[in-house]
Nanobody, 120 residues
Framework: QVQFVESGGGLVQPGGSLRLSCAAS????????INWYRQGPGKERELVAI????????NYADSVKGRFAISRDNAKNTVYLQMNSLKPEDTGVYYC?????????????RGQGTQVTVSS
């Protein structure tokens, strides 16, 4: 079945960096764009970054442009989110997700999330 497993979160000081990974399985990974989104404490869910199926096209939320970079390795069925110059407002649970075609239905999937805490 479709599965996403995020890793790489943790506690980091403001200005620091983290690299999140998302390992996917159960579908043709190279055929789908993948998203990273986050849910901060008391905040609405925010779409952080999107990458096309080939990796050639990416888009970012204004709040992370210039600081975050999304990439993918289709040979490893993995998407990455490099996060630099982290700020306290980047704190939250980060999820990778995609909408997968199964038969004639498009179904959304996401992982269990990985916690990122930016604090001194």
């Amino acid at each position: 079945q479709v599965q996403f497993v995020e890793s790489g979160g943790g506690l980091v000081q403001p200005g620091g960096s983290l690299r999140l990974s998302c390992a996917a399985s159960g579908f043709t990974f190279s055929g789908y764009p993948i998203n990273w989104y986050r849910q901060g404490p008391g905040k609405e869910r925010e779409l952080v970054a999107i990458i096309s199926n080939t990796g050639y096209s990416t888009n970012y939320a204004d709040s992370v442009k210039g600081r975050f970079a999304i990439s993918r390795d289709n040979a490893k069925n993995t998407v990455y989110l490099q996060m630099n110059s982290l700020k306290p407002e980047d704190t939250g649970v980060y999820y990778c997700s995609a909408v997968i075609l199964e038969g004639t239905e498009w179904n959304p999937y996401r992982g269990q999330g990985t916690q990122v805490t930016v604090s001194s």
